[in-house]
Structures are given as structure tokens and as C-alpha cells.
């Protein structure tokens, strides 16, 4: 048996969500290729030989692969499988890109998708949590290729190994033409990246504005070195960025610490960061539900507390 993880990169680095899934490509069968796709990405193939328990890299280049499309990458992970037919798992990330493209490949293989699993029990048996994460269900699959997203808050970052692993050239298959790549709008801030934070510091609803949810979050993040986020309520006011939003709808995290101000602690929130080494919650109602999964709990009003926090720190 041998598992095929797909890495995601921007062309110069490979992101961290690919260490989370090869760990899980790791427990699911005893050989593991990385598969990296994009455009002068030679510099993301390298760093993907250097991990630990990856046995071989296969690198495809060409400018039709520059930016992951969802129809193009499916169309060369196809030809890859096709060509290979040693091949039992194949597993993304479960990010936005991972979640864009595993269906596809899915469907053209013609088995079923299994998504966001947190751990993996066989090789074709693997736990995953549904009802905002209330329940964990236990699924097997008899599908001879498994395509699998992988909730990168469920496994550990794969280490770099003692050694390095081969790089065997791919040939691009280019271009799918079903979709474009017309642009993007990237924000860039000195923050770290939300789903990698060691340190986050959120805010709901209850700060009332985006003008609040910088007077008062902004110096704490900055003394904590930590990352902004948001409850969905908080974003949908308009307080916060969809990019913070952390829930079920939003971006799944597992910090070292999760500082929640003003929030209650609606089920979807919770779904989204009750994996966090330490939570902190700071909220004036005594029955919020976000107390229930605190390791701390400051029954006090934000405003009041937050500052005094930083003037300690």
C-alpha cells in the first residue's frame, strides 16, 4: 500500500497543513509520496524530501500549474493515479483549496469522499466528528483508491527526517481548459496565519464594532505575539474579516492558547477551536456556554478586563 499526499504551497513554501496530512498519510500505509504541483516550484519539491517518513517526491512543473485550479490539478493527479496503480490513499489538507479539489478527484475515480477525518483507526477504517463535532463517527471504506481530507488540527506536524527522499520529474499534463486564473487579492500582515497560530486572541459579537475590536483586541495580540479571530456573529456584523472567522463555517484551529473575548460560545464556535491546549474566556455572562470548555474563566466585562491584561503583560 502506498498513500499519495498532495502538498499545497505558494511556489516557494510548502504550507504547513501538508505536514499535518502526511502525518495522517503516515497511519494510513507504510510508503508515502508527496506529490507537489505548480511553477518553478523546485524550491517546494526540495523541502518536501527533507521530511520524515516521505519516501519519494513527485514533482510536476509547468505554468498551466502556477495557481491551484481545481479542474487542472484533479486532471494531473489523474494521470498520476492512472499511471500508478500502486496507489491506495490519496489525502488533502482540509483547507479551502484541499476541500476544492478532493471532490473532484473523487468523482472521476468514482469513490467516495472521505472528509476531515481526526484520526485513523486502519487502513480503511477512520474516525471524523460530525454534528458540529458532538458526535465522532467511526467510517470504513472497500474503495480500492480513498480520497480523503485531512482535518489538520487532528495530527501532529510531520518533523524533518535524517535523510532525504528521491524527487522522480512528472510531466504536466497542461492546461484543463475548464476554469482561468484572472487574480487574487492577497492580505499580507505581519499577524501569523490564523490556522497556524500558536497564540489567538478572538472576539465576538459583544465588542460592538470593528473600531471596539481594535481599540481593545489589537494591544492584547500584540503583547501575546497571537493572531485575530472572530466568531461568525462578529463577522457578520461587519466587526471582523471573514479571513478571522473561526467555527464550523470558518477556519478549524488548535492553538497553544485561545483567548475568547465576548464570546458566547454558540456550538459552530466551539466546533472550531474546543481542540486548544489552554482556552481563555473572558465574558460578564455567567452562563455563557463558552465557559464550558474553558480551562479559565474571567466573569468580567472585556472592556474592563482586557486592558487591565495588557497593562500587566
Known sequence: MTALVIAEHDNHHLKSATLN?????????????VLVMGSASAEVATQATGLQGVAKVIHADSA????????TI??????LLKANAGYTHVLFASTASGKNIAPRVAALLDVAQISDITKVLSADTFERPIYAGNAIATVQSTDAIKVITVRTTGFDAAPKGASCAPIENLQGIGDSALSQFLGQE?????RPELTAAKVIVS????LGS???????LTPLADKLGAALGASRAAVDAGYAPNDWQVGQTGK???????VACGISGAIQHLAGMKDSKVIVAINKDPEAPIFSVADYGLEADLFQAVPE???LL
Open 252 to 258: 478549524i484551529v488548535a492553538p497553544d492558547l485561545y
Open 210 to 216: 470593528s473600531e471596539k475590536f481594535a481599540e481593545v
Open 186 to 190: 492577497v492580505a499580507v500582515s505581519d
Open 203 to 206: 472576539g465576538g459579537r459583544a
Open 64 to 71: 498551466e500549474l502556477a495557481h491551484p485550479l481545481a479542474e
Open 21 to 33: 496530512a502526511l502525518t495522517a498519510a503516515l497511519a494510513c500505509a507504510p510508503t508515502v509520496h
Open 309 to 311: 491584561w495588557v497593562k
Open 74 to 79: 484533479a486532471a494531473q493527479v489523474l494521470a
